[in-house]
């Protein structure tokens, strides 16, 4: 059985819109990509290696024994440069794969099926509560331990509709088999302690834990989260989508675990719900990289895979029953958008073939995004631009155009040609689904003979894809139409259903449960405060950490009188190209109009093309092309920063001369007149912003608080903040664009001109010669716009972009200075339509060159994880929460949390506790590990040297810190938390996003938006 909904296809990172998926963050005080799984990336410079790793699996035999595993099949992908080796367990039944790649960020993956048959997130919640403590492993919580403990470049898990899996990767093969130890245990044999379940799960508990006469609530991190989850209309819509679609089995269920449904679920049933999912003749086992596979076998034998027997596990997903005609459902959602009357009209389709069908999932996954995927595509014309309609009439008669088809493919050559330093892990997560119902993984890899086959279908039958659309779609009774409009009560309904819910459990409780209650309250936290033995758990030396950083060479150069910085890398027949426009002569009245320019500057059409043209042209000819703002402070002044826009896009090496024609167009003869296309993507822009804050509220809580503390901070809430989401929804909700539309020829004579430019080239060796002769044209061809504009601001510092040539000897980034600039206190907030609360304080401290940036840094880490992540997470209850440094800034931040100002006097009290100097010298080393996997995650070749271009910072300032970062010590955090963070030391900011809240409306201290 196998799900459409109509969706992009994406090969390099092909995340399934479905099965559904609650993404953690237990990399979230390092990442901050709290509310989905956050992957950090590596270069992959297997192309220009040997390929010692892919040989050795080679060597393979079909029927050949390892450590209790069968070898089945040894098949080489060339498109992925990798061998696969499949393999099955002797004894269980357990299912391998290994994909050998010359990659040193080697990944490991366990994924089992999981098929819950109600909403109490039954496998979300034993998710967190078996990464809390395993036989092996007895303290709490070893897996957010080992976080400070190795130098993982990725760590997380993922519940799904149908099936749990749990990842990590590092770059060290002794720190490889720490985790694999971990994670087999934590897997295998969890101790799945009641304490843990209330903890991570749910629980009835006094509001005051110590205080018996305070009211019962409900508390729990699970339960929290999808509160948290069930705030963004998006994912509830997809989630009802899923469930009404599919009614029979279990996508007719949340998998994550609806709210009201959590405090149903038991201990007991947790349990059970292990001991019959998580085994290993339920489970798939993933290895990927340069690492032998010998090891991974024999460890995965002996720790875990030895001490089972086979069992028939009862987890298969049954067809679901076929619809004999279409059915339409309405539903509600909270009232956060741009305007008040939008009704989200959507279709999905179940397929009639397998989910194990490699061919045809390939050509339906095609066929969503030639359906759905940019303005060329028949659903756009008929959905988004008159605003509705759902006729397969078109399609079905004239099917898709030539050029739509080539594009799409050109898309797949250039997904499998770029290297994301995140392969391992996008290809567990390519191959997950299809695995999970028992399909061939290895036939998933082999994406060019499906492209193959695919071409070959179409030549065959050139009505092969109109036939898809008449079989799938127009003729396919299997259909739902589920309508989503706003309710202004939809938030009052939520918390009504919730206190109905408690009161119903608590009027069931007798005197005596009451009791139980409150004692079983103050043992957990009496647990969640006691100091935890971690030295079960395994740990790298700070000794194991690399004392240099590689350098990476770059050359200076101009090209049409435009600096230009060329870094060579094995590119793997891409090139990368960017350039920075700087905003230093822009009017300040166009500030706020910045972001929108960049968002439909590629999208309104150029030259002779029209927007649909464009667009096409920019799929045919080009790994993307987009326009971001960039906002940089300096690297040794608080008060001094970059402002500009940044152009970035790629190509495959032989479609150079036609990207660089794009560009042309665009800086030559951008179109400006057509306000219906200029309101679409308005709307579009509007409702993407409104509906990220209950995703990503805590990155907009903190930007709000860095407002008044830095120049920097200022403009950034002015482009991505708060402040950006208003405009653009009064924009959204102007009857008359005109305006605005001749606005954007303004911003544009600013910022495409090539006077206030400089770029940087990620090429081949091979490559670069040719890629500087095309930027040289480029820079000719859009000479007409250069013109010699006064910079609104006096006050101008040049930083030589070559920091070894002379002064004033070379080109420069031009950074505006604000020496007058008065850092001063405001707490905002801001109410919402959700029930919990992002919160975040930020406070001034020091630019990255200062000698105390270092002890900042390792110190916002140690308070994260000895402190914060106790009080914020385990007790308070939100999804995460911690510090980190930033732009000067040191910044405490809570996510989804049922806390608001409570949570602020928790970054207050983790100052006095850094500041009494309760911390230990292992403490120090975790935290030196945790910053360094961070400081040392991967780079793709592409991203090569961009932080000296974007930033300044070139690799000597960088091992500069590095050496601070080694020398920090106990006096040093206690120095520093003291002299920045201390009441009376410090300048800071806060802001909260959340639920109204009275005690904060009554406080004339606040700001309220």
């Not at 050359?555 to 700087?582: D, H, I, K, L, W």
């Not at 930020?842 to 916002?860: G, K, W």
């Not at 006095?912 to 040392?936: M, N, P, Y």
Request: aromatic share 10%.
């Amino acid at each position: 059985m196998c799900f459409i909904l109509l969706h992009e296809f994406n090969i390099s990172t092909n995340f399934k819109v479905f099965p559904f998926k609650w993404y953690h963050l237990m990399q979230a005080s390092n990442d901050l990509s709290l509310g989905k799984s956050s992957f950090q990336w590596q270069n992959l410079s297997w192309r220009f290696r040997s390929t010692s790793a892919t040989e050795r699996a080679l060597q393979y035999q079909a029927g050949q024994k390892i450590s209790g595993f069968t070898v089945k099949e040894v098949v080489t992908v060339p498109d992925l440069f990798l061998t696969a080796v499949k393999l099955t367990h002797d004894n269980t039944g357990a299912q391998y794969l290994h994909a050998a790649r010359d990659d040193k960020n080697n990944l490991f993956s366990v994924q089992l099926r999981t098929t819950p048959m109600d909403n109490t997130g039954v496998p979300h919640i034993l998710e967190h509560t078996v990464l809390c403590g395993s036989e092996k492993y007895p303290c709490r919580d070893p897996f957010f331990k080992m976080l400070n403990r190795s130098l993982s470049t990725f760590m997380n898990a993922f519940t799904a509709s149908d099936f749990t899996m749990y990842p990590f990767s590092t770059q060290n093969g002794k720190d490889f088999q720490n985790l694999l130890s971990v994670y087999l245990d934590a897997v295998f044999f969890p101790c799945l302690r009641e304490l843990d379940f209330w903890q991570e799960g749910w629980r009835l508990e006094n509001e005051n834990p110590t205080d018996p006469t305070s009211p019962l609530v409900f508390k729990g991190v699970v339960f929290n989260e999808m509160k948290g989850a069930f705030s963004d209309n998006e994912r509830v819509y997809a989630q009802h989508l899923q469930n009404k679609l599919y009614p029979d089995h279990t996508y007719g269920v949340v998998s994550g675990g609806e709210p009201l449904a959590i405090p149903d679920l038991s201990w007991e049933q947790l349990k059970h719900f292990h001991a019959t999912h998580y085994h290993p003749s339920n489970a798939r086992f993933f290895t990927y990289g340069d690492l032998p596979l010998e090891q991974h076998l024999k460890q995965i034998q002996e720790e875990a895979l030895s001490k089972f027997e086979r069992t028939e596990p009862d987890t298969a997903v049954p067809n679901q029953p076929h619809w004999d005609r279409p059915v339409h459902f309405r539903m509600h959602f909270g009232h956060l958008k741009p305007v008040s009357d939008a009704v989200v009209v959507s279709f999905g389709c179940p397929s009639l073939c397998s989910i194990t069908d490699t061919f045809e999932g390939f050509t339906l996954s095609l066929l969503s995004s030639l359906m759905i995927s940019g303005p060329n595509s028949p659903f756009y014309k008929t959905l988004i631009e008159p605003k509705i309609g759902t006729n397969f009439s078109s399609v079905v008669g004239n099917g898709f155009e030539e050029e739509r088809i080539e594009a799409l493919l050109h898309k797949i050559e250039i997904q499998m040609k770029h290297q994301s330093t995140s392969f391992g892990l996008s290809l567990a997560s390519y191959i997950a689904s299809c695995w999970n119902h028992d399909g061939d993984p290895v036939q998933l890899l082999k994406i060019s003979d499906s492209v193959a086959q695919f071409r070959q279908a179409l030549k065959d039958n050139p009505r092969f894809l109109q036939e898809k659309v008449l079989h799938y779609f127009k003729d396919n009774t299997h259909r739902l139409t589920l309508s989503m409009s706003p309710d202004e009560a939809y938030l009052e309904k939520q918390v009504k259903a919730e206190e109905e819910k408690l009161q119903k459990k608590v009027q069931a409780l007798s005197e005596s449960d009451k009791k139980d209650i409150y004692e079983k309250g103050l043992e957990l936290l009496s647990v969640q405060s006691k100091i935890q033995d971690a030295s079960c758990l395994p740990a790298l030396k700070v000794s194991d950490i690399e004392p240099t950083i590689a350098v990476t060479p770059v050359e200076m150069g101009t090209a049409g009188g435009v600096p230009v910085q060329y870094c060579e890398q094995p590119t793997n027949g891409m090139v990368y190209f960017r350039a920075m426009c700087s905003l230093n002569t822009l009017p300040e009245d166009l500030k706020l109009y910045v972001p929108l320019f960049c968002s439909v500057i590629t999208k309104m059409g150029c030259g002779g093309l029209d927007y649909r043209q464009q667009a096409q042209q920019m799929e045919l000819k080009t790994g993307g092309m987009s326009i971001s703002t960039s906002v940089n402070p300096d690297y040794s002044n608080m008060d001094m920063y970059e402002q500009g826009v940044l152009l970035s896009s790629s190509c495959l090496e032989r479609n150079l001369p036609d990207m660089f024609h794009l560009w042309s167009d665009i800086f030559n003869s951008p179109h400006f007149d057509d306000e219906e296309r200029l309101r679409v993507l308005v709307m579009m822009s509007a409702q993407e912003l409104a509906n990220g804050i209950s995703y990503s509220g805590h990155m907009y809580a903190m930007t709000r608080a860095a407002r008044s503390l830095t120049p920097t901070g200022e403009l950034q809430e002015t482009f991505g903040g708060m402040e950006q989401v208003k405009f653009m929804k009064r924009i959204a909700e102007m009857p008359d664009l005109t305006q605005v539309l001749r606005t954007l020829p303004r911003i544009k004579r600013h910022i495409l001109n090539p006077l206030n430019m400089r770029c940087a080239v990620n090429s081949t060796p091979q490559k670069m010669s040719d890629a500087a002769g095309q930027l040289d044209n480029f820079m000719s061809n859009v000479a007409s716009n250069k013109k010699d504009r006064k910079p609104v601001r006096s006050d101008i510092t040049e930083r030589l972009l070559d920091p070894l040539a002379a002064p004033g000897s070379g080109p420069s980034r031009k950074l505006i200075t604000e020496p007058n600039f008065k850092p001063c206190q405001m707490k905002t907030f801001f109410p919402m339509p959700f029930p919990i609360n992002f919160v975040s304080e930020c406070i001034r401290t020091v630019p990255f060159t200062h000698e105390d940036y270092a002890s900042l840094n390792i110190l916002s880490r140690v308070m994260t994880a000895k402190y914060l992540h106790r009080e914020i997470r385990e007790k308070g209850g939100a999804y995460g929460g911690g510090a980190r440094v930033g732009g000067g800034l040191f910044t405490f931040y809570s996510y989804r949390d049922p806390n608001s100002v409570q949570t602020l006097s928790t970054f207050r009290k983790s100052v006095d506790w850094v500041r009494s100097g309760q911390f230990t010298q292992q403490d120090i080393d975790e935290a030196k590990l945790s910053v360094f996997s961070a400081v040392d995650s991967p780079v793709a070749p592409s991203n090569k040297g961009m932080g000296r271009f974007l930033s300044g910072i070139t690799d000597e300032l960088k091992q500069a810190h590095r050496e601070r970062l080694f020398a920090v010590t106990d006096k040093s955090l206690v120095d520093v938390a003291g002299r920045y963070l201390g009441i009376g030391q410090r300048t800071c900011g806060v802001a909260i996003l959340g639920p109204e809240n009275d005690t904060i409306k009554k406080d004339p201290s606040w700001v309220v938006k």
